[in-house]
């Protein structure tokens, strides 16, 4: 059983008998959606008198990229420290904020709801897996239909309260893109406008529905991917269209124009980069990858993962003190331990540009 069925294998056996009465009968969520875009400042302008309004409840804020949750926790923040809205417990949670501290957040979650002490908590994708909290009200930037569900799962998960509510707004960068589209397949934001039908409102009664029909509808789009599918099923970086043979980038595909860095926050380990230095330094081959693999909790605990693209003006080496084989370690002035983590925003939009 699974709150997003993958639709996608059509004539596929559901093990589970009437198995669509877990869905029909469950009456825990009310989705309300907002066809109107917005920009992170107009959005900012209501959400802060919407919040007061929710101050007895726990709140939860979805982004979709890095930058508006930033924007977003910073506006907040600043309207408690001057008291334009009532002050209580505010969490802010990404990937830019290392495992070892996310880990301490969550915590800190749990024990604030146990406490009705009603946290307001900022968040990008990551609270959306593995995540069992239970706030009372979700605001949720658009995203594929699955993303959205997976987002209610974290609103009344018990059903002990009284029908949570989740509002899907529509979030544009100041040059007019959608920060959805920044980050998730077309195809994928046009089936879940297409299953959702303009809808205003939906409860969790009408999901089994919309997420058969927003698979039925994904398949219906897949025929572009299933030539690439073929291509490799062939050992072939080449597939055909209309005639022509069209070469296939599969790195490109994957993660476009890109490439990822492993950086070490040492704020919280001092000593982890010369453990890291003696490790390496480790003649044996065996001995050399059995102490790196004895550090590697350690390293997990306190890194974070950064992407970089080809137009961005900053390149590792702006973060980093120095090297140690493939980590970097990161000045500590570039990580806030007590907020949003990794503090440069490389990934601020340009004009006509797409960032991921």
Known sequence: MSATQPGFFPGAIERVPDHQDYFINRKRVEVSLSLTKVT????????????????????????NTRYSSKKIYETIRQAMYEEKIKKRPLVYLSSYVIPLQRIKRIMKIYK????????????TQCIEAGVDIDV?????????LDSIFQVCGRCNRNGEKEIGKVDIVHLISENRQSYSCQVYDEKLLESTSFSLNNAICICEDQFYDCGKQYFQNIREKLAYSMKIVNALAQYSCIYE????????????LLRGDEWQEQFIITIFDKLLPNDIKCALEIEDRWERKYELKRL?????????NIRFKKWMSKTPN????????????????FYEKEGIGFTEDIYKPKENLKII
């Open 40 to 63: 992170i400042d107009e959005f900012s302008a209501n959400l802060l008198s919407k919040l007061d309004k929710l101050y007895n409840k726990s709140v939860m804020i979805v982004l």
């Open 112 to 123: 604030y709801i146990s406490k009705y002490s009603n946290p307001l908590i900022i968040s």
């Open 136 to 144: 009372d009200y979700i605001i949720r930037d658009f995203s594929p």
């Open 241 to 252: 269209e209309n005639g022509n043979e069209i070469p296939v980038d599969i790195r490109k």
């Open 296 to 304: 590697s909790r350690r390293i997990s605990e306190n890194s974070i």
């Open 318 to 333: 702006d973060f980093a003190k120095f090297k140690i084989g493939k980590f970097w370690i990161m000045y500590e002035q």
